[in-house]
């Protein structure tokens, strides 16, 4: 998966800014690796915890020897959320900035979120019985909420306090284009995220040697690719034909691929296929919608990151209770599934008014983890002058060391047209 962020990454921003991305996205995975093995993953399956925190295995310390492979899995989980926000914030975030976020977020605020919804005595994850015994809980098996939609909030925070690239609207507001310089690049990562999510998807079952265990994942697989190819070819098809500038945009078909397979993460192992098909179909409409939302209020996105995970996490979480083949709305119609689908509301923690909307917790406090992270922080950063990068002559140009230095010795030519003179494909 980070392999797949770095090319995308790497093709969507100008060359200028080439090696600042990539090293980005390199510490993400190391300083993150640090951050889950010292605290992170004590936070989120730490041994008897309660309903908000664990609080045992710190430095992976008395750690069971059967729980290291549980531990590599969760930290690539962690990553993941953590390299969403590089995308939101590419080309104008101050260096030093972009890594407290990478740790903050990788070891407190995604293990708070992974410990409600995923450890046994999470909050979220112990759900509500009712007087008839039954009861419901949260769904979302491989992180279309936990992972994606919690990056995805921290992502639009970032990129609206940060503000938008030199150049990217004009004195009247209209979106300008900053091409992105290698698209090959781009492809390529697309592709590897693509083949990502498989692993992502159907590894998620965490066993393969009990009965059944085969079965669940080649589900998630199958459902997995079928949304991915209608997300993408959704969002293509609407390019092509309800925009003004028509054309066959390579982005939007890696986008909106991208956004259909985030958007079964939460419930790949428990639809049927057809139904993974209509997820993204919708997830597809969802990405422009995001999108398009993005621009209309001016917050500048390089990777349309906020639109593929936040767009896709929020419509994935909400589609397991609907479509959930043995619980789901559409073929009990129960009550106990309608407050299935009031639950997934609950932990989805939906952006609203631009504040994160709090779930109360088993304690009584309306607050939200997301909101540790994808509020304070940058407003502190802004506001002494470290989260933004000074432009050079007028124009966002940065470097590792964040001294505004472009990469040296690699000579483009950026092409500042959205559509080529064939105006029939273009990025």
């Given at each position: 998966?980070q ?19 990539l ?9 993150g ?16 915890g ?17 729980k290291y ?11 993941t959320a ?14 030093k ?14 293990p ?11 909050w ?20 279309s909420g936990v ?9 639009l ?10 150049g ?11 091409q ?25 079952q ?14 998630a ?21 309800g ?11 890696i986008?909106?691929?991208?956004t259909?397979m985030?958007a ?28 398009t939302?993005m621009?209309?209020f ?10 593929v ?15 959930n ?50 509020q304070?922080?940058?407003y ?7 989260l933004?990068?000074?432009p ?36």
């Open positions: 998966m392999t797949g962020f770095a090319f995308l990454e790497a093709g969507s921003v100008r060359s200028k800014n080439t090696t600042n991305i090293i980005k996205n390199v510490l993400d995975v190391f300083m690796a640090v951050a889950y093995w010292l605290f992170g993953y004590a936070f989120a399956f730490g041994a008897d309660n309903g908000f925190i664990g609080y045992k295995f710190f430095a992976l310390a008395d750690l069971p020897a059967d492979s549980h531990w590599f899995f969760h930290f690539v989980f962690a990553a953590a390299t969403i926000v590089s995308g939101a914030m590419a080309e104008r975030t101050e260096f900035a972009y890594l407290v976020y990478s740790c903050f977020l990788t070891g407190f605020v995604y708070i979120v992974t410990h409600w919804a995923w450890d046994e005595n999470g979220l994850y112990s759900g509500v019985t009712y007087s008839s015994g039954e009861g419901v809980t949260y769904q979302d098996f491989a992180g992972v994606h939609a919690l990056g995805g909030t921290v992502a925070v970032g990129a609206a306090i940060v503000g938008p690239r030199v990217r609207f004009s004195a009247d507001g209209k979106p300008q284009v900053l992105g310089h290698t698209v090959p690049q781009a492809a390529l990562g697309g592709f590897i995220l693509f083949f990502g999510f498989l692993a992502f998807n159907g590894g998620s965490a066993a393969i040697a009990s009965k059944g265990d085969a079965d669940v994942v080649a589900l697989i199958v459902n997995t690719i079928l949304g991915g190819a209608a997300g993408a070819l959704t969002a293509m098809m609407i390019k092509r034909l925009y003004a500038e028509k054309y066959w945009s390579l982005l939007f078909t986008n909106g691929g991208l259909g985030v079964l993460c939460a419930g790949c192992n428990a639809i049927h296929p057809f139904a993974a098909f209509i997820i993204g179909i919708i997830a597809g409409m969802a990405y422009v919608a995001w999108s939302a621009l209309y001016k917050i500048d996105d390089p990777l349309d990151a906020v639109a995970h936040l767009g896709g996490g929020i419509w994935g979480v909400l589609s397991v209770p609907i479509f083949k043995e619980s789901g709305i559409l073929y009990t119609g129960s009550l106990l599934s309608f407050r299935g689908f009031g639950w997934n509301i609950l932990g989805l923690d939906i952006p609203k008014h631009g504040e994160p909307a709090y779930p109360l917790d088993s304690y009584g406090d309306g607050w939200s983890a997301d909101s540790l992270s994808a304070p922080l940058p502190i950063h802004k506001s002494t002058s470290h933004n990068i000074a050079v002559n007028g124009h966002n140009q940065i470097s590792p060391n964040g001294k505004g230095v472009a990469n040296q010795g690699v000579v483009v030519v950026e092409n500042p047209a959205v559509v080529p003179e064939n105006n029939t494909t273009a990025f």
